[in-house]
């Protein structure tokens, strides 16, 4: 069974400039999460989708972040513009169920904002 | 929201000792309690979950008990090997919501 994937698995952009990150869940998982890892931190949710529609988007800073899921299988993440302060691993997980069920992450992207 | 501490926040402990890590939440609709595994650089991993309706499980040298009534479930593991050093995260979740992961706790085991 193929894992969830990630694209790019680094990036390095200066401030104010725009970045996206794209993620293909496991195939038949409805739920898709994105979370933000800063180094030392544990992984804080940004945006959970269930299909195409969003669950939870309540931590998601939405004036510069956005985050869509279309035809409900890939998503991508964006940024814009980045600040100092996004530098951090965007994970990517999907699952079974809502909350209940085990959550797959991908390999995640190494973000850089100098 | 779901509030999660994990203690401690870091545990050192010499090769085949015994290591215990506690979560505890808020959220009292949490029914499912997994435990997150995540090596320096890698993605987080599964190691062990637990439902509302068991009181604890066991593979092989990995527990989860869970007291859901004081609200606070715990992760042991026994005969520790260095290859479990690592940082692990607690999840409480529930239908419904998302997973909230706690803040890590570092294992350091000692050869």
């Known amino acids: 069974e193929a894992g969830v994937a990630q694209s790019p698995r680094y990036k390095i952009i200066e401030k104010r400039q725009s970045v996206a990150f794209w993620c293909n869940p496991i195939?038949?998982?409805?739920?898709l999460y994105w979370y933000q890892q800063i180094l030392g931190q544990g992984p804080k949710l940004l945006i959970q989708?269930?299909?195409?529609?969003?669950?939870?988007d309540s931590q998601l800073p939405k004036d510069r972040f956005s985050a869509e899921r279309l035809k409900g299988v890939d998503s991508t993440l964006k940024i814009q513009p980045a600040k100092l302060e996004d530098s951090a691993v965007y994970l990517c997980?999907?699952?079974?169920?809502?909350?209940?069920?085990?959550?797959?992450f991908g390999q995640g992207t190494r973000l850089t904002v100098v | 929201g779901e509030n999660v501490e994990q203690h401690p926040s870091t545990l050192s402990v010499q090769e085949g000792d015994s290591a215990v890590i506690k979560c505890t939440y808020s959220?009292?609709?949490?029914?499912?309690f997994p435990w997150y595994k995540q090596e320096l650089g890698k993605r987080p991993q599964l190691i062990i979950d637990i439902r509302s309706n068991v009181g604890e499980k066991k593979d092989q040298r990995i527990a989860v008990t869970l007291n859901k009534t004081a609200k606070h479930f715990s992760l042991h593991i026994t005969e520790t090997q260095p290859e479990d050093s690592a940082v692990y995260f607690c999840a409480p979740g529930d239908y419904g919501q998302n997973f909230v992961f706690g803040p890590g706790t570092r294992l350091s085991v000692l050869p």
């Open positions: 997980a999907s699952s079974l169920g809502m909350g209940d069920t085990e959550a797959f």
């Open positions: 989708f269930q299909n195409n529609g969003v669950v939870d």
């Open positions: 195939s038949g998982h409805a739920t």
């Open positions: 959220d009292s609709a949490s029914n499912y």
